[in-house]
């Protein structure tokens, strides 16, 4: 039995849930987001909770149990509240400035780097240096952030880069000279 597929979802107030053979809808103050789920669970759908549970007790579905609890849950969260990531931007001259919508990345390339949020997704600068992606779905903000960290990925030797807010970068030694070496 899976812990976290067994906990029925607490829906609060405001948030509407749809059923509609294996998609759920899920709608609140922020926004929609529908979840399509296999065939292989029943999903029931009270007043006030939410309930899946496994057709059948095969280990390969029990495995997936959890993980559709638990994108539906992230779905009721993210139509009350909003999900955030923070991202730093590390260097010498490294800045993110906003366009619109778009932000546009000065990481040391030739180039400036702009980045456009897919639907759902908003970008606020927090500073020249911190840039935080903001929307309703977790999977979306958490890859949207992965794809701006993935322009200029944290470096070893000096540290420079895009990272996530309070990210540890282990730094290497860099070249060390030889002692009493002649050439």
């Given at each position: 039995?899976?812990?976290?597929?067994?906990?029925?979802?607490?829906?609060?107030?405001?948030?509407?849930?749809?059923?509609?053979?294996?998609?759920?809808?899920?709608?609140?103050?922020?926004?929609e987001?529908?979840i399509?789920?296999?065939?292989i669970?029943d999903?029931n759908?009270?007043?006030?909770?939410i309930?899946?549970?496994?057709r059948?007790?095969?280990i390969?579905?029990?495995a997936?149990?959890?993980t559709?609890?638990?994108?539906?849950?992230n779905a009721?969260?993210?139509?009350?509240n909003?999900?955030?990531k923070?991202?730093?931007?590390?260097?010498?001259?490294?800045?993110a400035?906003?366009n619109?919508?778009?932000?546009?990345?000065?990481?040391?390339?030739?180039h400036?780097v702009?980045?456009t949020?897919?639907?759902?997704?908003?970008?606020?600068?927090?500073?020249?240096?911190k840039?935080?992606?903001?929307?309703?779905?977790?999977?979306?903000?958490?890859?949207?952030?992965?794809?701006?960290?993935k322009?200029?990925k944290p470096?070893?030797y000096?540290?420079?880069?895009?990272?996530?807010?309070?990210?540890?970068v282990?730094r290497?030694?860099?070249?060390?000279?030889?002692?009493?070496?002649t050439?």
């Amino acid at each position: 039995m899976s812990r976290i597929g067994k906990m029925p979802i607490q829906i609060p107030d405001g948030v509407k849930v749809a059923l509609d053979k294996n998609k759920v809808t899920v709608s609140g103050l922020r926004g929609e987001i529908v979840i399509d789920v296999p065939d292989i669970f029943d999903v029931n759908v009270s007043s006030d909770t939410i309930e899946i549970k496994p057709r059948s007790s095969e280990i390969k579905i029990k495995a997936l149990w959890g993980t559709f609890r638990s994108l539906i849950n992230n779905a009721v969260y993210g139509v009350v509240n909003t999900y955030k990531k923070n991202l730093e931007l590390v260097g010498v001259g490294f800045r993110a400035t906003k366009n619109g919508e778009n932000i546009t990345l000065l990481v040391g390339f030739s180039h400036p780097v702009i980045i456009t949020p897919p639907a759902g997704i908003t970008f606020d600068l927090l500073s020249d240096t911190k840039i935080s992606v903001i929307g309703i779905d977790k999977a979306l903000v958490g890859q949207v952030a992965a794809n701006i960290r993935k322009v200029r990925k944290p470096e070893p030797y000096k540290g420079k880069g895009i990272r996530y807010e309070g990210e540890y970068v282990r730094r290497k030694a860099g070249k060390a000279g030889k002692v009493g070496a002649t050439t």
